[in-house]
Structure formats: structure tokens, C-alpha cells
């Protein structure tokens, strides 16, 4: 069934990406924010006061009030809160990782497609306008570079930098390589908090392809870049300012050499895009972009690599 009035949406916990979700749903003229919970009665008050919505401690209390919800409560609550909804009968957009296991996500996945309901994830890169545009120039990768480099701070470290940092660069790569992969190599450490805070990985696939990923949430400044390299094209995007640049091999007198442009995308709100398309999603009945099934990949693979280092860590 296609809506055809205004969705009514809620999000649950609004700590600093939930109240961006609240703040764009509220500006969207296609829904109804209806309501914002948090277990910080203060907080929740404070967001639904900014974007005209009500506010909840019990994220129960929108049972019955919302088509669809934005989850962003901390990774180890996202099986049971989103369970909760879709047992109620409400599309879902939960933040990335979907889960911290693998089993609960493929459970997500089934109860999902079990009650045909919508199950998207916040992987945003996806909706990086430079990606989009990386995304149409790659056709046979057969190396990729990428780097996510990070300033300490307090937030996502609850979990390793391979869920709160890599895990995009993974879903990235995995979009992007048609292929199984064959092994993955790992190597990384603590170094400000008990859990792994330096990470890199050599992802090996069937078709050849090779991948190495670092990220690191340890660094004095910011650094967002994937390098892709094909027979005769290289691709460097960097995520931070969506600029492209392109090396295409040509012939010049007989000689090889390189024509090398500049792309510069129309720049977007990723996370605005992002809702927008979950909007959508809801709406038309249709797969979201990142739906559970490529979110379970990407996170199988990080818990892979935080095992191997961890392996190799203790060994």
C-alpha cells in the first residue's frame, strides 16, 4: 500500500545524531515528526520543544502513533528497541552498526521481511554526493585504498573503531566489488580506551581485488579518502570536501601518459538525503538503499576484523 498523507515519524534517542533526525524530519514537508524519546526526560523535552513534536521517555508510547521511526539509541540496544517496533508494525531506519551481532541482525532482516516492512540503515556514505559520483565513474576495481582517520573523542567509544569508524569504509568497498571475498588480514591495537582504537585490514576477494582499510580515532586532524584503481583509470575521492579527481591512461605519440580531471559534484545534506530516501522507502514500498541484508555484510566483516586483531592481540 502506497501512503499518500503525510507519514508520521518519531525518533528515539536524540543525543547528537538523533536530534538531527528530528530537526530534518520536522523541516520535511513529505512528514509529521510526531514524537522524540530519550531516556533523558530533559533532553527529549528540549528536542521536541526545538521542532514541535511531543516528547517521551517510554519509546512505547509511540506504539500506535507513528508509521515509522529513526533509531539512534547506542548499538547495543538497537535488537531489542528495533524488534519492538517491527513487531508493532512500523518501518524502521535504525543507525549503523544495525546490530553489535550478526545473529540478531539476520533476526532483524527476517522479522523485517517476515512482516514486509521497510528496514533501512544508516550507513550515510551512501548518500555522500562524492560516492554517488565515484559510484557511476568505477567499473572493475582491482585495488582500493581507504583511509578514516579521527581526533579522540568521547563518543563511539563504546565500541571498536572497526564498528564506529570502518565499518563505512567496508560497506563502501563492499558496493563497489562485485565479488566474495576470499580472506581478510588484520592487524591493530588499543591505545586510548580498552577497546581497539587503530585498526587497518587487508580485505582479499575471489575476482582479485585487493582492499586495504585503516581508521584510527587517535589523530590531530580529519582525513575521509578512498582510492580506487582499475586497469586504466585511478579515483581518488575525497569524502570530506566530495571532490573527485580522475587519472584515465591514454596514448600520447606512442607513449602512455595521463589525462587527469577534476570533479567537483553539486554538494547535499547527506543525512538529509538519506531521510529522504527512507521517506520514500516508506511511501512507495520499496527496498531501501541500504537495506538489512548489506548492513549485515558490512557488520559481519568488521566483527571479523576486531576478532582477528583481538586474536592476534592475545596470542
Not at 540503515?121 to 559520483?133: D, L, M, S, W
Not at 585498526?199 to 589523530?219: L, P, V, Y
Not at 587519472?247 to 531521510?275: A, N, S, W
Request: include cysteine.
Amino acid at each position: 500500500m502506497v501512503l499518500s498523507e503525510k507519514i508520521k515519524v518519531g525518533v528515539v534517542g536524540v543525543g547528537y545524531l538523533g536530534k538531527l533526525h528530528a530537526r530534518i524530519y520536522s523541516e520535511s514537508e513529505d512528514v509529521q515528526l510526531v514524537a522524540v524519546a530519550d531516556t533523558d526526560k530533559g533532553r527529549a523535552e528540549d528536542i521536541a520543544r526545538q521542532t514541535g513534536s511531543k516528547p517521551f521517555v517510554d519509546y512505547s508510547e509511540l506504539f500506535g502513533k507513528v508509521n515509522a521511526v529513526s533509531i539512534a539509541v547506542p548499538s547495543g540496544l538497537h535488537y531489542r528497541v528495533a524488534s519492538d517496533f517491527l513487531n508493532q508494525g512500523i518501518d524502521i531506519l535504525i543507525e549503523k552498526p544495525i546490530t553489535d551481532s550478526v545473529a540478531d541482525a539476520e533476526g532483524l532482516v527476517r522479522m523485517a521481511g517476515d512482516k514486509d516492512l521497510i528496514l533501512q540503515v544508516g550507513h550515510i556514505e551512501r548518500f555522500n554526493p562524492g560516492y554517488i559520483a565515484l559510484k557511476g565513474l568505477v567499473h572493475k576495481p582491482m585495488f582500493i585504498d581507504a583511509q578514516r582517520l579521527s581526533p579522540f573523542t568521547e563518543r563511539g567509544t563504546d565500541v571498536d573503531v572497526t564498528i564506529d569508524l570502518m565499518i563505512h569504509d567496508i560497506d563502501i568497498i563492499l558496493s563497489l566489488v562485485k565479488s566474495d571475498i576470499s580472506e581478510i588480514k588484520a592487524t591493530g591495537m588499543p591505545m586510548l580506551t580498552p577497546r581497539i582504537d587503530m585498526a587497518s585490514a587487508r580485505i582479499e576477494f575471489k575476482n582479485g581485488c585487493i582492499a586495504n582499510i585503516t581508521a584510527g580515532r587517535i589523530f590531530h586532524g580529519k582525513t575521509r579518502r578512498i582510492r580506487v584503481f582499475e586497469e586504466e583509470n585511478y579515483l581518488s575521492l575525497d569524502y570530506l570536501t566530495t571532490e573527485i579527481i580522475e587519472h584515465k591512461k591514454k596514448l600520447k605519440d606512442g607513449r602512455p601518459t595521463q589525462d587527469i580531471r577534476h570533479i567537483k559534484p553539486e554538494k547535499f545534506d547527506p543525512l538529509k538525503e538519506e531521510l529522504n530516501s527512507f521517506v520514500q522507502s516508506v511511501r512507495k514500498r520499496t527496498k531501501p538503499v541500504i537495506s538489512g541484508i548489506e548492513a549485515t555484510e558490512a557488520l559481519k566483516v568488521a566483527l571479523k576484523v576486531s576478532e582477528i586483531i583481538n586474536e592476534n592481540t592475545h596470542s
